[in-house]
C-alpha cells in the first residue's frame, strides 16, 4: 500500500527565513498532495495542496512542488513568522479511494 | 462553514471498559474517516465509511470497530480498552467527489486509558 515519509521531524528557523519540508510516496497512482496545519491543542486544518496534473502552486507565503518522476513534493514557507510555528503533515491520495494516507509530521519552529 | 464535532474533548477510562467516541459533521458529506495521531507517527487510519451502514478498514483497525447508523454521525468503539489505546483520536469527513479533496477534522478527543 502507499507510504509516506516525511523529513524533517523538526526544523528550527529564525523569523524571516525559509523553511522547506519535503515528502516522498510510494504509489504512483496517488494523484491528490495536500499539506496540513496543527496548530498546538486545534485541529488539522488544509493549507495548501496540489494535484498530479500540476508540478507547483503557491498562495502568498506557501507553495508546493511536486516531481511525479522522483515521487516526492515539498511544502516551501518563505517569509517565516512566529504563527507558521506548528506542526505541519503532508498526506497522499490513494488509488481508487477517497482516503488519505499521512507523513509522520514535521515540527515547525520560528524563533523570533 | 464546515462544521465537525466530536462529543468529547478529554475521556479517561479504565482498562477493560468499553468506549463509545461519536463524530457528527453537518456538510452532508458522504466519506467519514476516524484516525488515531500519537507523537512521531502522524496521522493513522483506522476505519472509514463512505456512505451509511458502509465501513472499511483502514491500516490499524485491531482492537477498534465503527458503527454509521446516520449520514452525519460515525462512531467509533473500543469494545474492551487497552492502556496502548491512550491517545488522540480524530474524526474527518469529506465530499464524495470524483478525485480526492480535502478532509475536514473534528477537535479531537484525548482518550486517557488507566
Known amino acids: 500500500g502507499e507510504n509516506v515519509e516525511q523529513h524533517p521531524s523538526t526544523l528550527s528557523v529564525q523569523e524571516g527565513d525559509s523553511a522547506v519540508i519535503k515528502c516522498t510516496y510510494s504509489d504512483s497512482a496517488s494523484n491528490y498532495f495536500p499539506w496540513y496545519k496543527q496548530e498546538l491543542g486545534k485541529r488539522p486544518q488544509l493549507i495548501i495542496d496540489?494535484?498530479?496534473?500540476?508540478g507547483e502552486k503557491k498562495d502568498q507565503r506557501i507553495a508546493v512542488t511536486l516531481n511525479k518522476t522522483a515521487k516526492h513534493f515539498s511544502l516551501h514557507i518563505t517569509e517565516t513568522q512566529p504563527e507558521d510555528s506548528a506542526v505541519y503533515f503532508c498526506a497522499a491520495s490513494v488509488q481508487g479511494f477517497q482516503k488519505l494516507v499521512f507523513g509522520t509530521g514535521t515540527r515547525l519552529l520560528v524563533s523570533p | 462553514d464546515v462544521k465537525v464535532t466530536q462529543s468529547s474533548r478529554y475521556l479517561v477510562k479504565r482498562t477493560g471498559e468499553k468506549v463509545f467516541l461519536e463524530c457528527v459533521q453537518d456538510m452532508d458529506h458522504e466519506n467519514m474517516f476516524w484516525y488515531r495521531q500519537d507523537p512521531g507517527l502522524g496521522l493513522r487510519l483506522i476505519y472509514f465509511?463512505?456512505?451509511?451502514?458502509?465501513?472499511e478498514k483502514g491500516d490499524i483497525p485491531e482492537g477498534y470497530s465503527v458503527s454509521r447508523e446516520k449520514k452525519e454521525r460515525f462512531s467509533l468503539i473500543l469494545e474492551s480498552a487497552s492502556t496502548n489505546q491512550t491517545s488522540m483520536y480524530l474524526c474527518?469527513?469529506?465530499?464524495?467527489?470524483?478525485?480526492?479533496?480535502?478532509?475536514?477534522f473534528g477537535p479531537g478527543t484525548r482518550l486517557t486509558v488507566t
Open positions: 474527518a469527513s469529506s465530499p464524495r467527489t470524483v478525485s480526492p479533496s480535502e478532509q475536514y
Open positions: 496540489i494535484r498530479s496534473n500540476v
Open positions: 465509511s463512505y456512505d451509511v451502514k458502509m465501513k
